[in-house]
């Protein structure tokens, strides 16, 4: 079973930075690609950024590109999405997700291809 639990959510400043995190079970990173989704009220989920299962290659979403940085940490199983230059449009719930990418190098960047999901943790950016 594959578990994700974000964190690192909260209320700033527009201007400011914030990490977040995704604690993943164990082998979760070698056996799936993972990726950062967000949602705003009334909005689709659309993504953020994505790394390979080898985390040689990532990949990020429009919206967000140049103000965000997907990394890992395999020893501690956790995935993190650095984002600076918060915006107010960028107030969403953002969510962790794993999926089965197929080859080692590929990342993912549709919801639908995630089977994995975590509970979101919500990030709110004030003007």
């Known amino acids: 079973q594959v578990l994700l639990m974000e964190s690192g959510g909260g209320s700033v400043q527009a201007g400011d930075s914030l990490r977040l995190s995704c604690l993943a079970s164990?082998?979760?990173?070698?056996?799936?690609?993972m990726g950062w989704f967000r949602q705003a009220p009334g909005k689709d989920r659309e993504f953020v950024a994505g790394m390979s299962r080898s985390g040689s290659r990532t990949v990020y979403g429009e919206s967000m590109r140049g103000r965000v940085t997907i990394s890992r940490d395999s020893g501690k199983n956790t995935l993190y999405l650095s984002m600076k230059t918060l915006e107010t449009e960028d107030t969403a719930v953002y969510y962790c997700?794993?999926?089965?990418?197929?080859?080692?190098?590929?990342?993912?960047?549709?919801?639908?291809?995630?089977?994995?999901w975590g509970q979101g943790t919500q990030v709110t950016v004030a003007s």
């Open positions: 997700a794993a999926g089965w990418a197929g080859d080692y190098d590929n990342v993912i960047s549709t919801a639908h291809e995630y089977d994995h």
């Open positions: 164990e082998r979760t990173f070698s056996l799936y690609g």
